[in-house]
């Protein structure tokens, strides 16, 4: 299928979009490295980024009552159903510039290279106000809202600070009374995110872009170990309860076990000793546990083998275990005529896709209960991400904006695609 020429080289579109990156970066909580969480004060400056690079468009965007930027650009037909491109503005603490970020920009990318050119869909760009988690421990906020997934369990959580999701919306200047209004209609055919890796499978097969068929089932737990308290100079060692050597044992052994299960990936990522001072045995112990897989019953199967173990090694060492389920997200099975057909476009650039699951979860794990849903994943050099270090390649991101155009012209044509509904 040939695409018009456009007016601009792509390379020079492809550096824009990563001096794009560059310039939202500088929104940040933080004074020398980037964290911007859900709905903080920075989120302002990045939405009027956003919506000032989209306005030449013909593209006004708008906020949605739970934080998400929103704008449409027509097609051809003022009732033309609409294909939502996306990904999410939040970032981890100490983050890199282009996780989530790179997936809006292309976006915008994209709807320059049409040049003014309309298609049978509309496109309608959504820049996602929370993926991460961070703040409240939940992730999926913003694409939550899109599914009519915020309830009042989520709405009442709240942060290190005390404030619920509720007041950080309305403090934010937003209403929350609207969450409903921003929920997907039936004129959705599908949901597009490009993303990049975040790992290093492309770039060890030679690859630049991937077709993402699958999205691992996660589970998120905080575990507690509690012993006893006491002096560290005066208690033997025969008569402790110490918390912080109980989970660093139950710590090795996640680890020993992850290892043996094939494609099975469990993290320990935090833990708080108390009362951590350094002459006081540790009579509590707070951890996170992070468990991946893209089979549902291998992940709950190691989940309650890994809490087994906790009960254990409690047990043996005269302490109690406790956890409590933070996160429960099924695997997900991404749809497979888009993938089909961003096959075909990535290989109409010259460039041989590879088909592969993500082993991190992303919206379109979330739209796609509601809506068909598809990713384009770039390489990541170094399989680096969440960190200052994550980067791209200039010529990745040509590649992604070539073939996410070519994209859009095949959809343009199917039948199939233009023929479909929103799933119930």
Request: one cysteine or more; proline letters at 4%.
């Given at each position: 299928?040939?695409?018009?020429?456009?007016?601009?080289?792509?390379?020079?579109?492809?550096?824009?979009?990563?001096?794009?990156?560059?310039a939202l970066a500088n929104f940040s909580e933080d004074t020398n490295s980037l964290r911007r969480t859900f709905l903080s004060p920075p989120m302002h400056n990045c939405h009027?980024?956003?919506?000032a690079w989209l306005k030449p468009l013909g593209v006004s965007a708008q906020v949605d009552a739970a934080g998400n930027l929103r704008g449409t650009y027509a097609g051809t037909?003022?009732?033309?159903?609409?294909?939502?491109?996306?990904?999410?503005?939040?970032?981890?603490?100490?983050?890199?510039?282009?996780?989530?970020?790179?997936?809006?920009?292309?976006?915008?990318?994209?709807?320059?290279?049409?040049?003014?050119?309309?298609?049978?869909?509309?496109?309608?760009?959504?820049?996602?106000?929370?993926?991460?988690?961070?703040?409240?421990?939940?992730?999926?906020?913003?694409?939550?809202?899109?599914?009519?997934?915020?309830?009042?369990?989520?709405?009442?959580?709240?942060?290190?600070?005390?404030?619920?999701?509720?007041?950080?919306?309305?403090?934010?200047?937003?209403?929350?009374?609207?969450?409903?209004?921003?929920?997907?209609?039936?004129?959705?055919?599908?949901?597009?995110?490009?993303?990049?890796?975040?790992?290093?499978?492309?770039?060890?097969?030679?690859?630049?872009?991937?077709?993402?068929?699958?999205?691992?089932?996660?589970?998120?737990?905080?575990?507690?170990?509690?012993?006893?308290?006491?002096?560290?100079?005066?208690?033997?060692?025969?008569?402790?309860?110490?918390?912080?050597?109980?989970?660093?044992?139950?710590?090795?052994?996640?680890?020993?076990?992850?290892?043996?299960?094939?494609?099975?990936?469990?993290?320990?990522?935090?833990?708080?000793?108390?009362?951590?001072?350094?002459?006081?045995?540790?009579?509590?112990?707070?951890?996170?546990?992070?468990?991946?897989?893209?089979?549902?019953?291998?992940?709950?199967?190691?989940?309650?083998?890994?809490?087994?173990?906790?009960?254990?090694?409690?047990?043996?060492?005269?302490?109690?275990?406790?956890?409590?389920?933070?996160?429960?997200?099924?695997?997900?099975?991404?749809?497979?005529?888009?993938?089909?057909?961003?096959?075909?476009?990535?290989?109409?650039?010259?460039?041989?896709?590879?088909?592969?699951?993500?082993?991190?979860?992303?919206?379109?794990?979330?739209?796609?209960?509601?809506?068909?849903?598809?990713?384009?994943?770039?390489?990541?050099?170094?399989?680096?991400?969440?960190?200052?270090?994550?980067?791209?390649?200039?010529?990745?991101?040509?590649?992604?904006?070539?073939?996410?155009?070519?994209?859009?012209?095949?959809?343009?044509?199917?039948?199939?695609?233009?023929?479909?509904?929103?799933?119930?």
């Amino acid at each position: 299928m040939s695409v018009p020429t456009m007016s601009k080289d792509r390379t020079a579109r492809a550096r824009e979009a990563l001096a794009r990156c560059d310039a939202l970066a500088n929104f940040s909580e933080d004074t020398n490295s980037l964290r911007r969480t859900f709905l903080s004060p920075p989120m302002h400056n990045c939405h009027a980024s956003v919506a000032a690079w989209l306005k030449p468009l013909g593209v006004s965007a708008q906020v949605d009552a739970a934080g998400n930027l929103r704008g449409t650009y027509a097609g051809t037909d003022p009732n033309s159903p609409r294909l939502l491109i996306g990904s999410h503005l939040d970032t981890v603490p100490n983050a890199g510039k282009y996780d989530g970020i790179l997936g809006v920009v292309l976006v915008i990318a994209l709807l320059e290279e049409l040049d003014g050119r309309r298609l049978p869909f509309a496109i309608e760009i959504v820049g996602f106000s929370e993926e991460e988690g961070v703040r409240f421990g939940v992730p999926f906020i913003g694409s939550r809202a899109l599914v009519g997934r915020v309830d009042e369990d989520l709405l009442g959580r709240r942060d290190r600070n005390g404030i619920s999701v509720r007041e950080a919306i309305q403090q934010f200047g937003l209403d929350d009374q609207g969450i409903g209004e921003a929920a997907l209609g039936d004129d959705v055919l599908g949901y597009l995110e490009f993303h990049i890796e975040q790992g290093p499978v492309l770039e060890k097969s030679a690859r630049q872009l991937g077709v993402v068929e699958a999205i691992v089932g996660q589970t998120r737990l905080a575990l507690r170990f509690l012993g006893r308290a006491n002096h560290s100079g005066t208690t033997p060692m025969d008569a402790r309860q110490d918390a912080l050597v109980a989970a660093a044992e139950w710590m090795v052994a996640v680890e020993s076990y992850a290892k043996q299960i094939p494609g099975l990936v469990a993290t320990v990522g935090s833990i708080e000793a108390k009362p951590g001072a350094t002459n006081v045995i540790p009579g509590e112990v707070r951890l996170s546990l992070d468990v991946r897989h893209r089979s549902d019953e291998t992940r709950s199967g190691a989940i309650r083998e890994l809490m087994g173990l906790a009960e254990t090694i409690a047990r043996k060492r005269g302490l109690c275990s406790q956890w409590n389920p933070m996160l429960e997200q099924d695997a997900v099975l991404l749809d497979g005529f888009l993938a089909d057909q961003i096959e075909f476009a990535i290989r109409s650039t010259g460039c041989g896709p590879h088909r592969m699951a993500s082993g991190a979860g992303h919206d379109a794990m979330i739209l796609a209960e509601r809506v068909p849903s598809a990713m384009i994943f770039l390489r990541s050099p170094g399989g680096i991400s969440h960190d200052p270090a994550e980067t791209v390649l200039l010529e990745d991101v040509e590649r992604a904006i070539e073939a996410g155009i070519r994209l859009l012209d095949q959809l343009g044509l199917s039948q199939e695609f233009l023929g479909r509904k929103r799933r119930a």
